[in-house]
């Protein structure tokens, strides 16, 4: 079955970098798009960045734009999610996702989540 494994989270004090990767196994069907969200405690899932998997194109959300940086490697299916100035409100679960749509820019769009990796910013 589809599955889809996030890594690289960790502590990192404020203003530092961390980059996440995600790997998709198990597809029956092509990537049309991935994205990332996240979820901090309290909070809802909200969505972070998403990027097309023919031309990789991206969009952002205004919180982090400027910041962090969404790319994917299509031969080996990962996506990665390079994240630079962080801030103590960058602290949240970090999703990976697939869904049909080659945007994904809510959750409503998504069909299969990773298990999600947590990023903490000291402040």
């Known amino acids: 079955q589809v599955q889809l494994v996030e890594s690289g989270g960790g502590l990192v004090q404020a203003g530092g970098s961390l980059t996440l990767s995600c790997t998709a196994s198990?597809?029956?069907?092509?990537?049309?798009?991935m994205g990332w969200f996240r979820q901090a405690p309290g909070k809802e899932r909200e969505f972070v960045g998403t990027?097309?998997?023919?031309?990789?194109?991206?969009f952002y959300a205004d919180a982090v734009k400027g910041r962090f940086t969404i790319s994917r490697d299509n031969a080996k299916n990962m996506m990665f999610l390079q994240m630079g100035s962080l801030k103590p409100e960058d602290t949240a679960i970090y999703y990976c996702?697939?869904?049909?749509?080659?945007?994904?820019?809510?959750?409503?769009?998504?069909?299969?989540w990773g298990q999600g990796t947590q990023v903490t910013v000291s402040s």
């Open positions: 990027i097309t998997w023919t031309t990789a194109g991206t």
């Open positions: 198990g597809l029956t069907d092509r990537i049309y798009g």
């Open positions: 996702a697939l869904g049909d749509s080659r945007v994904l820019t809510t959750t409503r769009n998504v069909k299969y």
